[in-house]
């Protein structure tokens, strides 16, 4: 069975201080893909990233940086110089792909993160 | 490009009751799947539709019901309200069924059941 665990229930920072979200994962396959998506308090999910399985390279999207480990079923995810903006509900999501990619995301329960100013 | 719209935003309703919430995909996109989110349980998958047909379905009693039109909107509907049916659902569309490729969600629909 999917499993997303996300530790960390509420992250506070000051602005300009680096955050690490972590997430670690559970499955029995082979193939799977993991997501970040960001919560505001607009409610929508907008999506921030995407990995499969077979791409372990960190990824960086300006203030944003990936950290992917197979060897340890994590998936990070680093802000940097955060900003107040950043303040938000992080969820990580896994989703293995199944015989036909039909499995549905599966989510942690998420971080919530606060960046005063 | 427009995003994905559900509507209503917001709706209170009584144990029950029914309702129907509406979600209108991205231009293009031929996948919508829903979720509900509450405090208690998180983000948990209802339900998907591919070319108007479900796909995939979560753990959820028969109460709770979808479809999706040749248009690619999709409608889902919840008989008999439970008041533990109070929750933001979600709607995500993409280009394919499953996760190849990248899900947009919706802001949501609140429901309130009293």
């Known amino acids: 069975a999917q499993k997303v665990t996300q ?3 509420e992250i506070s920072v000051v602005e300009k201080e680096d955050v690490t979200l972590d997430c670690v994962y559970e499955t029995r396959d082979t193939t799977y893909y993991l997501f970040w998506y960001k919560q505001p308090p607009s409610g929508e999910l907008v999506f921030l990233i995407r990995r499969n399985s077979f791409d372990e390279q960190n990824e ?7 950290n992917f480990q197979k060897s340890t079923s994590s998936f990070n995810f680093t802000i940097t110089a955060s900003q107040v903006v950043d303040s938000a509900v992080y969820f990580c999501a896994l989703s293995d792909a199944g015989d036909t990619g039909r499995r549905a995301l599966t989510f942690g329960s998420g971080t919530r993160l606060q960046v005063q100013p | 490009k427009a995003g994905v719209t559900q509507t209503p935003r917001y709706l209170i309703k009584t144990r029950g009751q029914q309702v129907t919430l509406s979600c209108s995909p991205i231009s293009g996109h031929r996948s919508v799947s829903w979720y509900q989110q509450t405090p208690g349980q998180g983000l948990q998958f209802l339900f998907e539709y591919f070319s108007e047909t479900q796909r995939n379905k979560g753990n959820f009693p028969g109460r709770f019901s979808g479809r999706q039109f040749s248009n690619s909107r999709s409608e889902m509907n919840v008989s008999t309200l439970e008041l533990g049916d109070s929750a933001l659902y979600l709607c995500a569309s993409s280009l394919e069924q499953g996760v190849r490729s990248e899900a947009f969600f919706g802001q949501g629909t609140r429901l ?3």
């Open chain 1, 60 to 66: 960086i999207s300006g203030r944003y940086s990936w």
């Open chain 2, 112 to 114: 309130t059941v009293v």
């Open chain 1, 7 to 9: 530790a960390q229930t």
